[in-house]
């Protein structure tokens, strides 16, 4: 094992994101302390962190008005110069992708990139990677020198309770970054959710370019609202504006995990597939029955999937319904 893992979290609010706890699992599992460099929010959260398993808080702060990476990549810098740790563990948000590829020019190391799953050999860190749309994994060994920079994909970890006290916290204030630190964030724009985020969702109700057209794609959202998750999209129907970004699930979108999958018009395209594949149960609906999409479902139904949509959307909005008076449960 490793003696020390440190993992980057970024924190909206008083709780740390559901990305950094999964990277605090995924560093439990390879190293014997963790602690975290806490990105943002109200105060640290060293209760809900000192229960997944970290040691030691390092509270960076906000970055206020200024661009976060080149400050936070300082303070990492800072940090393993200071406490050298094996491994410096990143989510692969945009914050993270930035982050990491400035820490690796500071200490000279190469970046680990989209990594889905990790382990230890002889107490050298091998990293596996989702290859050609998820067909195949690669593992990698790092030989260099540490600390290994990994990047994790969202959802290749499960973020569990480890039992630990509360973490203890100090202080590490961002740095300058000098000329780097000159971008200033001009603006921002929050999201603004009727129901569960698309990472988070216990169901996730999906379409693609089965649906036929972008008036259809309000069926998704009603059913989603209705089972209270959160509709999801192929790349397909995005790049057709059918779909805001936000909802793209696969390679180049969001990765989900949820309970149930609901995929109403997607073919199943290997980079989608990436995204989802992690679902316990997937129910789909297309047309055409050799969809590679049924491969991976539990449940699939040949058949016109705006028309399944509608006939499933009355049913709950019915009087009496599974979707009306009882919360839909």
């Not at 860190?125 to 540490?146: C, K, M, P």
């Amino acid at each position: 094992m490793l003696e020390l893992a440190l993992v980057l979290v970024e924190q909206a609010g008083p709780a740390p994101s559901s990305d950094g706890l999964e990277l605090v699992a995924a560093a439990r599992g390879i190293a014997r302390r963790v602690e975290a460099a806490v990105l943002g929010g109200e105060g640290v959260a060293a209760e809900t962190l000192g229960a997944h398993g970290v040691a030691c808080c390092h509270e960076l702060g906000g970055a206020g008005e200024s661009l976060p990476a080149p400050r936070v990549a300082a303070a990492l810098a800072q940090l393993v110069a200071g406490s050298p740790p094996g491994a410096v563990l990143l989510a692969s948000t945009t914050t993270g992708r930035d982050v990491a590829g400035r820490l690796s020019a500071r200490l000279d190391r190469p970046v680990l990139a989209n990594v889905v799953g990790m382990e230890l050999e002889a107490d050298r860190i091998v990293v596996h990677n989702s290859a050609f749309g998820g067909t195949l994994l690669v593992s990698t060994r790092y030989e260099g020198e540490d600390p290994a920079i990994v990047l994790v994909r969202p959802k290749s970890f499960v973020a569990e309770e480890a039992g630990g006290q509360p973490a203890s916290v100090v202080q590490a204030p961002l740095p300058g970054a000098g000329a780097a630190g000159s971008a200033r964030v001009l603006e921002r724009r929050r999201q603004e959710l009727a129901g569960p985020a698309l990472e988070e969702a216990a169901v996730v109700v999906a379409g693609g370019r089965g649906l036929g057209s972008a008036e259809h794609y309000g069926l998704v959202e009603r059913l989603a609202a209705l089972l209270h998750g959160a509709p999801g999209a192929s790349r397909a129907i995005v790049d057709a504006g059918w779909a805001p970004y936000a909802c793209q699930v696969g390679q180049t979108g969001k990765t989900v995990r949820p309970d149930v999958y609901l995929a109403f018009g997607i073919s199943g395209a290997m980079q989608h597939l990436v995204g989802m594949r992690g679902a316990r149960h997937v129910v789909a609906v297309n047309k055409d029955p050799a969809a590679p999409i049924f491969q991976l479902a539990e449940l699939g139904v040949v058949g016109d999937a705006p028309d399944l949509l509608r006939r499933l959307v009355a049913r709950l909005e019915a009087p009496g319904g599974a979707g009306a008076g009882d919360g839909g449960k």
